[in-house]
């Protein structure tokens, strides 16, 4: 198939796929949900890719070793649309102590009470899009635009493990304490990481999420 | 494995770590791939004691260690050129060196460059973490840091020293750059700014990436670059507009944009330049 390693290889439904060095694609997809879709697609294709890391907007496809490797992202690229549904993740629950920090503030951006944030957090179905920041730390969308929340001006030096917080249209839970900017809505004990179990990362990209009041 | 079979760490002067080919596969959960900076010289030490690739050994980083064989084994120190001493005696570096039990095995500081590479015969046989033994220092999955009273378990030897091997030390030299995805986001000459410009290593280089100070690249695409995969090699470009070349314990996912790609061959540079030293990018 014509490839050209110098360009970008514009295709009419949006895709773009772009060399990222010699050995990488970054395909552009346009939205994290798009992004998700296509890597979960790409994994079932069996992509020859070591590395297959959806993210915001995009798709990376790392260490392709050869010629035959970017022609066949190329093809498993091609075969799929954005229109695509997902395919149904497995379902967890987070059980969650809704008493975070920025619970109040929270209710004034929404022009709520704290019910009223639990109540509208506790009825969204989150989708894990991508993991990045931390190992295990999950990137979920679901948030609709109208919530979106500001990040903190100044990060918080240290957010406690098993925080869970709202970020722009994101949720997320801190797998570890570590510095964050994200505002906290409550916390949970469910252990996000674990590198000795079979399934290390909790939430994987591509499992639907809901937090249940505790 | 016998409970001599181990070696005490008693002294360690800067970072060490155990390393081995890195953990891949698993970018998509926020693991970073890890492993180590200058694989040519790692995997040499193991070619010289008949190892097994995947095997794991020790990164040392500019300070040099001490430590006590409990086991005689055959060992190889490559990499950054250091003094080799066996209870004292100078031994040699990039060969074969036989470690009796019993004996104190100390490595020097760094004399060029900044990473040595200390293999054992059989490898370290600390405990895989996700399929491998390499420490990651930006999450710290993987075995913990080595620190003096650290007691690490010595794998069985596989196979016989080799006499020689070619000792290729790193050349000086530019780091050759393919075009990266976001160079868009720079003025249109910024690969070439990028390439004619004598950058210097900076302090605050590590694991994760190599900073350097010099010449700011501009950017012309104002706003934040929503957050996507990284590679190993990739020169992302911070606020500042100095570039950062991004080393084996990058985060797998970066909100900077990528102006070039460093040449996987060229890596091996990026781990042995020391601070303050010039560093220059060309066209691959």
């Known amino acids: ?214 | 494995m016998s409970a001599a079979d181990t070696w005490e760490i008693l002294e360690v002067g800067g970072l060490v770590t155990v390393q081995d080919a890195g953990r891949a596969g698993l970018a998509h959960l926020g693991v970073p791939h890890a492993g180590w900076l200058d694989a040519p010289a790692a995997r040499r030490a193991h070619r010289l004691l008949g190892n097994h690739e995947s095997a794991a050994l020790l990164e040392v980083t500019l300070g040099g260690l001490r430590l006590r064989a409990g086991a005689a084994r055959w060992i190889a120190v490559t990499g950054a050129s250091c003094e080799v001493r066996v209870d004292g005696v100078a031994r040699g570096h990039g060969v074969a060196v036989w470690l009796p039990a019993g004996a104190e095995l100390r490595l020097g500081p760094a004399l060029d460059g900044v990473r040595s590479y200390l293999a054992v015969s059989g490898g370290l046989d600390v405990e895989p973490v996700l399929g491998s033994r390499a420490t990651d220092t930006l999450a710290w999955v993987g075995p913990p840091r080595v620190t003096a009273g650290a007691v690490l378990p010595l794998g069985r030897p596989a196979g016989a020293p080799r006499a020689v091997d070619v000792h290729r030390p790193v050349r000086p030299g530019p780091l050759r750059v393919h075009p990266g995805p976001r160079a868009d986001w720079f003025a249109p000459d910024a690969l070439d700014r990028l390439c004619a410009t004598t950058y210097h290593v900076a302090p605050d280089s590590d694991r994760i990436g190599l900073r350097v100070t010099g010449a700011p690249l501009t950017r012309v695409v104002e706003g934040e670059l929503a957050s996507e995969g990284m590679v190993l090699g990739a020169v992302q470009v911070p606020p500042d507009g100095l570039p950062v070349v991004l080393l084996a314990d990058h985060p797998t996912t970066g909100g900077y944009p990528v102006v070039a790609v460093v040449d996987v061959v060229d890596l091996a540079r990026c781990a042995q330049l020391r601070p303050g030293e010039p560093v220059e990018f060309r066209r691959a």
């Open chain 1, 1 to 214: 198939m014509a490839r050209n390693d110098d360009d970008a290889d514009a295709r009419a439904d949006g895709v773009r796929l772009v060399p990222f060095g010699p050995g990488a694609l970054l395909a552009e997809v346009g939205s994290a949900d798009a992004a998700l879709g296509l890597a979960l697609h790409a994994r079932a294709a069996r992509a020859p890719a070591r590395e297959v890391v959806p993210a915001a907007t995009t798709v990376l496809f790392d260490g392709l070793d050869d010629a035959r490797a970017h022609a066949v992202v190329h093809e498993i690229v091609s075969a799929w649309s954005p229109r695509s549904a997902l395919p149904p993740g497995e379902t967890v629950e987070i059980p969650t102590a809704y008493d975070g920090a920025d619970l109040d503030g929270l209710a004034d951006l929404w022009g709520t009470d704290r019910h009223g944030v639990i109540e509208r957090h506790g009825a969204i179905e989150f989708v894990s899009a991508f993991c990045g920041f931390a190992p295990g730390f999950a990137y979920l969308s679901g948030l609709p635009e109208g919530l979106a929340v500001p990040r903190l001006a100044t990060p918080r030096p240290r957010v406690p493990a098993g925080s869970v917080a709202l970020a722009d249209t994101w949720c997320g839970v801190y797998p570890t304490a570590s510095p964050g900017g994200w505002r906290l809505i409550g916390r949970t004990d469910v252990a996000l990481w674990d590198a000795a179990r079979e399934r290390p990362a909790l939430l994987a990209p591509g499992t639907r999420v809901r937090f249940v009041p505790r």
